[in-house]
């Protein structure tokens, strides 16, 4: 376009005689290319950004991000969230006993139950997730204990682990399948929900285990090995289980063979490490209701059930759990609205001040800088 | 570091003796006891670096003397042993990258720097060797070898002139490779040295080597068979130098005292030393800030990552123990790789890529200079030389321009111009540049208002030919002789003075052209006596009775001669100064006006008088004359006594001009430069009037500049000696100059206006070795430091007879002189070289003097007046050009690893990267490199014809401007700022990490790419906002790298790599796509942190005494106002 036009050479004539005619192999004459290139005259563009191009530029911003900035916070706040710390630090808590007399060798598992009440109805899908606070997801040891090649089916790394694993790489003289210290430490709590309904009835809610991790990780980042054998038990046979797991991978999900082994949706989610050491994770989906009349979950009093396997205390760490909506722009977060807001009135107020202070110095100053 | 290898070269046994002795022709001498060849250095010139064999590990070792070289060298060891959060090929690369290319360059360099040693030293010369002349390589000449050198060509070493082909044992030599000076000058023969050399027995006993041009003593012994042996001194006027060229003599004969690096020439030859730029330093600097927040920042992770482990729980926990290896190791020795592990973390915010693309944009910048057009001289058919692209920024901060005046601000072409007879003018209608020889036959002189009579237009013109030392070339040479026959020789102006005339100063040779063009032609001296062809065409003979030579204190010669019909005349021409006492005042206020106008004007200036002698005054003046040549005491102060006596009562016949043509647009170059803020000097080989009508020429001296003299004439004076004269010179002028004179603000906002007093300042080459070397050392820094302050005060500093070394000397001492101005040196002779190789920057012209300055220089261009374009357009916008580029890039690394370390106070000081790998290598190569080179290299904030326009602009950029601390303090904040807000902005997202519509979060590499996502669209349209020319090459670069990097996103996400141990990226990037919220906060941070820029430019204000028209077309880039940027509401203030 532009390019080829003006790169095109235009040479100056050479002087008389200075050039042999001879053909290729003649003396070439020094004389540079008068190419506007190599002369420094490529046409250019020189954008001029005055106060006359720039203040309308800042209301513009103004009034467009104020209105964004209103409509994210307004969604933020008709998103719907609840969250209960179940860890059990308090003696009040349900939990306490549990979260005391926690031991890796225990085979009994301890559970408590722990009621909360909602207020509000929650309408539409409500999404389950749990929390941990002080867990360092995001440690660099932690985050590159794992691998992704024994994660993606593959036979070799299976059997075989990588060295990052360490020191979860093996057990028993046994390849760990899956290895490091991610897969490790795999979220175990169970958490089941029941609604007590206000005739007495205890009424469980049911809670979709799939469609909680990215889609491309559970059809092509994870795989287990051994393609379409579904007898996952001998795939995984020379293989030991994670030391603090208490059963092997390929019993995750035994009652679906599509959610078992390394594409255990539960599992996939650990995987992908948190960005902070505060953070929730997608544990369940509650579907809304088929008929639309009556909410998902109806205010009222609830009980969360847990199977209490994951011990944080020892690091002083927190469990939540946390139902909440969905909105287009995800959770519940007003930082967004407020940002949007903010920013667009000090665009706009600045805006204000400096048309001001131009009309004020830039008139009687240099009023020929305003127009363009 | 040359004069070192020299000494290890020669033998250190030598040095201690004071004289050498030389054996001529190798022949023992019967005297001596015992023939003792010492060893002396071979005749080899050496200028190159490196051989075959030391080039890898010197040149390895001069790189990593570079700081950043051998950081990255460290860093690059580091994550070789330690276990590091990088791969240690993210900085290995790099820099075996950059290692490599800089060798190249450099081998290649040096290589032709070998190939021009070895046209010199494998140069065929002819030795005498037991009889018989052996052709022989330049090198192997040894000292008492007899070389013959035929006419044209260059000495090959330092000879002791033996015997000539001219009868008179004299032969010409010039010396314009040397110092400048391209006239003839006579050198005789040892006295008694017998025709046949080889008969000759004789030996040389000479002081050791030394770089003075000028100086030589030694003594000759010759021995003949059955006689004592003769004794002989030698000086400088046997000694032939290396480098100067036979003229007009058939061939000559010579001895070797001093061989290849030993000779004068290669003593006034400076090592080359690598010149680095004002630039470099700066970036230097910067350097060293950014290692200390580096190391800072790495001092304080590592300290809170054990403040942070010391608490229960949370170094180990039990979903994430140490492997055995971590447990084993040393709690000490675990902290220090922590912190190297920190080091090679943060390490990006010192980016190796910076040192690339400088190289890059250095070179490839430099392109546009061979590339200029207007740098293409039609006459040689050659444009620009780039030797050296590392100094291309500094050619826009000059503050000093030293120049060299023959050949540079003038072309040495000397042409008569007018002359002034008994008052009235003559000016000559044609010009040089025409064809003009026909003007003599169809009327000589001009009338132009009036005419003088007729008498004393003859006398005046006999004058002019009688009353000089010119020499008519001999017939029979190759060339024909042409003078006689007017015309021929005129066509071809630039070649006449090598053509029929020989004289010791070139413009003698005008004086008698120019009395040529109006008829009277000189024909030669033949025994005695001299021939004019007068109008008439008829031969006047006069019988040469005397010359009364010329002599810089006189500043006048004259001649004696005898007329046919018996008369006897002395015609005498010199200096106004000289010449007007000495004859009657009434004739001198008639012609005082002319010379006057004329010396304003740039024209040498010399006023003729004659007398006519008495029988019986001549009686006297001849036996005075003759009694003071023979005296063997003072006889130079004998003869000028004599000379002072006839040279009076003399009669003003008229005054002549002669121009020594300047360069084209000389003056308006120099003004130019002046405009610009820098200071012209002018250091010359040439005489003191030469030179400062010169200046005046060029404009440099005008006619109310006040001249501040200090020569060897000024400091004559009866009282005092020459040193306290000195120092009571030094102090007037210092309260002249500088006290008296007010105070002159510094930067900017310095004030040339034609107001104050301008002053000039000329000092001569003996005076300034006074200055130099005193006899008491306490005086030096004295006399230097009152030097310096008053030539810093003047607007223009002539320094003439100075010695090549003299010139660097006073290059170097500006140099290091208080804030170390840039330097700049321009010349074109070998004489210069020393200077070009001093200064910051050399600048070669493409002269006739050889290519010895070409060769040396940094750049070279076919003109001086291409000075002004390469200084004020070329170098301002390179300097703009890496001055933004070294800013950017410490810039866009800061806010690149800023949220890197942020991430350490979340992620429990573990070093975790909060990019991916790829991100980490590509963002300084692919993603951020094309924009800012495409900008290094195009950018055009003011366009070419408005900067060479207006000098003034380049004093914007004075005293490397934009890369001052105070603008660099504004990127590092800007840097800061915008690292803080990425980092805590996606934070603050993060704080609930569900951003999808289905409720699915985001981990930590979401995280890492949204921040990098933010940072890369900010960096680049930072740059996109600063770039003030936008050719098709920027927008493509400019959309073209961010598409990529969407692109490359994309393709790293979308595929299972098989060769990574991770697949961390694996659609991370397109389900941040897939999130609204990534959406709105990529385009609110962005946003976010270019509002201060765009602040910025509405209230960028144009200020100072700048023409408004400059501002109003252009927007005057704000980083030349940095302080606006801290406090943006003072740009109000009037």
């Given amino acids: 376009m532009m390019a080829s036009s003006y790169n095109a050479k235009d040479e100056d004539g050479h002087l008389p005689g200075s050039v042999g005619s001879g053909g290729p192999g003649a003396v070439k004459s020094k004389k540079p290319d008068n190419t506007a290139f190599k002369q420094q005259r490529l046409p250019a ?76 109805p929650f309408e539409s899908n409500v999404f389950m997730y749990y929390g941990l606070s002080n867990f360092y997801q995001n440690h660099r040891r932690y985050v590159k204990s794992r691998d992704d090649s024994q994660l993606n089916g593959d036979k070799s790394s299976l059997l075989n682990p990588s060295k ?90 035994p009652s679906d063979p599509d959610n078992n082994g390394f594409v255990n949706e539960d599992f996939i989610v650990w ?80 805006g204000v001040v400096l048309l001001i202070i131009h009309h004020k110095y830039g008139n009687r100053n240099n009023s020929a800088d305003i127009p363009n | 570091m040359l004069r070192r290898r020299l000494n290890r070269l020669c033998g250190g046994d030598e040095k201690r003796v004071d004289s050498r002795t030389i054996y001529v022709g190798h022949r023992p001498c019967p005297d001596t006891e015992a023939f003792i060849p010492s060893k002396f250095c071979d005749n080899r010139i050496v200028s190159s670096k490196y051989t075959v064999w030391n080039f890898l590990p010197k040149n390895l070792f001069e790189q990593f003397r570079r700081i950043a070289n051998f950081y990255f060298l460290i860093i690059f060891l580091v994550q070789v042993i330690v276990d590091t959060p990088t791969s240690p090929v993210t900085s290995g690369l790099p820099l075996f990258f950059v290692i490599t290319v800089t060798a190249i360059k450099q081998g290649y360099e040096d290589c032709l720097r070998h190939k021009a040693d070895n046209e010199v030293n494998k140069y065929l010369v002819t030795v005498l060797e037991d009889g018989r002349s052996v052709k022989k390589e330049s090198e192997k000449i040894k000292v008492g070898d007899v070389v013959e050198v035929v006419e044209d060509e260059t000495f090959p070493c330092d000879l002791i002139l033996l015997q000539s082909s001219r009868e008179d044992g004299t032969c010409f030599v010039t010396t314009a490779s040397l110092d400048g000076e391209s006239n003839h000058k006579t050198h005789y023969t040892v006295p008694d040295t017998e025709k046949d050399l080889q008969a000759l027995t004789a030996t040389i006993e000479c002081e050791q080597p030394q770089p003075d041009l000028y100086k030589f003593v030694g003594r000759m012994h010759i021995y003949k068979p059955e006689q004592e042996p003769a004794v002989r001194s030698l000086g400088p006027e046997n000694l032939l130098l290396k480098g100067a060229t036979l003229k007009n003599t058939k061939k000559i004969y010579g001895v070797a005292v001093y061989t290849g690096m030993e000779t004068k020439m290669a003593l006034n030859y400076q090592g080359k030393s690598q010149k680095r730029s004002a630039v470099e330093k700066s970036i230097n600097a910067f350097l060293l800030v950014y290692l200390c927040i580096l190391i800072s920042k790495a001092v304080v992770c590592t300290t809170l990552k054990y403040v942070w482990q010391s608490k229960e729980g949370q170094d180990e926990p039990w979903y994430n123990q140490k ?36 190289e890059m944009q250095k070179f490839l910048g430099s392109f546009f200079i061979t590339w200029d057009k207007d740098f293409f001289d039609p006459e040689i058919q050659e444009g ?66 009036q005419k003088a009579g007729q008498e004393k237009e003859e006398l005046f013109l006999r004058a002019l030919c009688l009353c000089h030392t010119v020499q008519v070339k001999e017939a029979g040479s190759e060339e024909v002789l042409t003078d006689q026959v007017d015309g021929i020789d005129e066509m071809r102006p630039q070649l006449e003075e090598e053509r029929g005339f020989i004289a010791s100063s070139p413009d003698e040779i005008a004086l008698v052209k120019g009395a040529m063009k109006y008829g009277f032609t000189f024909l030669g001296l033949e025994s005695k006596s001299m021939k004019i062809k007068n109008r008439e065409n008829n031969i006047e003979e006069y019988k040469l009775l005397h010359v009364l030579n010329f002599d810089p204190v006189r500043r006048r010669m004259s001649v004696i001669v005898q007329t046919k019909s018996g008369e006897t005349l002395l015609f005498c021409k010199g200096a106004d100064s000289s010449i007007f006492p000495r004859v009657k005042p009434e004739e001198v206020d008639r012609i005082r006006m002319h010379v006057e106008r004329n010396a304003t004007e740039g024209y040498r200036t010399l006023c003729v008088a004659f007398k006519q002698l008495s029988a019986e005054e001549y009686a006297v003046a001849d036996t005075g004359l003759r009694e003071a040549r023979l005296a063997l005491q003072d006889r130079e102060e004998k003869l000028i006594a004599v000379y002072n006596q006839v040279e009076t009562g003399m009669s003003l016949i008229g005054a002549t001009a002669v121009e020594d043509r300047l360069q084209e647009e000389a003056a308006e170059t120099m003004e130019a430069l002046q405009g610009a803020g820098m200071k012209v000097w002018v250091l010359t080989g040439d005489k003191m009037e030469t030179a400062k009508s010169t200046c005046y020429a060029c404009r440099l001296f005008q006619r109310g ?90 607007t223009a500093v002539l320094c003439c007879r100075m010695a090549p070394l003299q010139k660097a000397q006073i290059v170097k001492m500006v140099k290091t002189s208080k804030g170390s101005p840039i330097t700049l040196s321009i ?288 927007p005057f880039p704000f980083w030349i106002l940095p302080f606006y940027h801290i406090h943006p509401i003072l740009c109000y203030s009037p």
């Fill in chain 2, 323 to 358: 492997t055995q290896k971590e447990k084993d190791t040393n709690m000490y020795l675990k902290m220090f790789t922590d912190f190297l592990s920190f080091m090679v973390l943060f390490n990006f915010i010192i980016p190796v890529s910076m040192y690339v693309t400088v």
């Fill in chain 1, 164 to 253: 990052e694993c360490e020191p979860y790489r093996t057990s028993d003289k046994k390849s760990i399948a899956p290895c490091g210290a991610i897969a490790n430490s795999l979220f175990n709590d169970t958490l089941e929900l029941f609604y007590n309904h206000p005739n007495g009835s205890k009424i469980t809610i049911h809670l979709e285990k799939t469609g909680i991790a990215w889609w491309t990780d559970k059809h092509v980042k994870f795989r287990n090995p051994g393609g379409n054998n579904n007898n996952l038990s001998s795939v995984f046979r020379d293989t030991s289980k994670p030391v603090n797991w208490h059963k092997p991978v390929y019993e995750l999900d």
């Fill in chain 1, 271 to 350: 995987m992908r490490t948190a960005a902070l050491p505060t953070f929730r994770k997608l544990y369940r989906i509650i579907q809304k209701k088929k008929d639309n009349m009556t909410p998902t979950l109806p205010p009222g009093n609830y009980s969360l059930e847990v199977t209490y396997n994951y011990p944080v205390r020892s690091f002083d760490g927190r469990k939540r759990m946390i139902l909440s909506t969905i909105s287009w722009m995800g959770g519940k977060n007003p930082f967004l609205g407020i940002a949007y807001i903010t920013v667009g009135s000090v665009c706009f107020f600045l």
């Fill in chain 2, 705 to 794: 500049t006040e001249l501040l003299e200090l020569t060897l004439r000024t400091l004559e004076d009866e009282r005092l000696k020459r040193e306290e004269k000195l120092r009571e010179l030094l102090q007037e002028y210092h309260r002249k100059a500088v006290q008296d004179a007010p105070p002159v603000k510094a930067g900017v906002t310095r004030s040339w206006s034609t107001a104050n007093q301008d002053y000039g300042f000329i000092i001569d080459g003996a005076t300034l070795s006074i200055v130099m070397n005193p006899q008491h050392e306490v005086d030096a820094s004295q006399y230097k430091s009152l030097f310096l302050q008053i030539c810093q005060n003047c």
């Fill in chain 2, 384 to 449: 620009a030389l780039v030797n050296t692209s590392d100094l291309n920024e500094e050619l826009g901060q000059v503050e000093y321009v030293f120049t060299d005046k023959t050949g540079t601000l003038t072309q040495n072409n000397m042409e008569f111009i007018e002359c002034c007879i008994d008052g009235f003018q003559y000016k000559h209608r044609d010009t040089w540049s025409e064809v003009d020889g026909f003007t003599v036959t169809d009327g000589p002189v001009n009338k132009l208002q």
């Fill in chain 1, 45 to 120: 563009w020189q954008p001029i950004l005055t106060a006359g191009t720039v203040l309308p530029a800042f209301f513009m911003i103004g009034l467009i991000f104020i209105p964004i900035g209103i409509g994210l916070l307004v969604t933020s706040n008709n998103i719907k969230e609840f969250e209960i710390d179940y860890t059990g630090v308090d003696m009040s808590s349900p939990c306490f006993s549990c979260s005391q007399n926690y031991s890796w060798n225990s085979t009994s598992a301890c559970t408590c139950s722990v009621p909360f009440t909602l207020d509000q």
């Fill in chain 2, 827 to 1114: 010349g074109d002779g070998a004489n210069d070289v020393s200077m070009i190789l001093e200064a910051h920057v050399g600048i070669g012209i493409k002269g006739k003097e050889g290519r010895q300055a070409v060769r040396n220089s940094d750049y070279a261009i076919p003109k001086l007046k291409h000075l002004k374009k390469l200084l004020l357009a070329h170098g301002h916008l390179y300097y703009v050009r890496i001055a933004h580029l070294v800013q950017y890039f410490f810039y866009k690394n800061l806010c690149f690893i800023l949220p890197q370390f942020l991430y350490q106070f979340f992620c429990g000081y573990s070093q975790q990267p909060l990019y991916d790998a790829a991100y980490l290598t590509m963002y300084n190569i692919c993603f951020t490199s094309m924009p800012i080179l495409a900008y290094s290299l195009l950018e055009q904030h003011i366009s070419i014809e408005i900067l060479l326009d207006n000098a003034t602009l380049y004093r914007e950029i004075a005293n490397n401007a934009m890369l001052r601390w105070r603008p660099f303090l504004y990127w590092t904040l800007l840097g800061i700022f915008q690292g803080l807000l990425f980092f805590f902005g996606v934070r603050f997202l993060f704080s609930n990490p569900a951003l999808q519509d289905n409720g699915q979060v985001f981990g930590n590499w979401s995280y890492g790419t949204i921040v990098f996502t933010v940072l890369v669209f900010t960096v680049t349209l930072k740059l996109a906002l600063d770039t003030r020319h936008w050719t098709w090459i920027n927008h493509f670069v400019i959309w073209g790298s961010l598409a990529f990097y969407v692109f490359f996103s994309f393709f790293w996400g979308g595929i299972i790599w098989p060769f990574l141990k991770q697949q961390r990226l694996y659609f991370v990037f397109a389900n941040m796509l897939s999130s609204v919220s990534a959406w709105l906060v990529i385009i609110i941070l962005i946003i976010l942190s270019l509002l201060p820029e765009i602040l910025l430019v509405v209230l960028r204000k144009p200020r100072g005494p700048h023409s408004r028209q400059v501002y109003l077309s252009l």
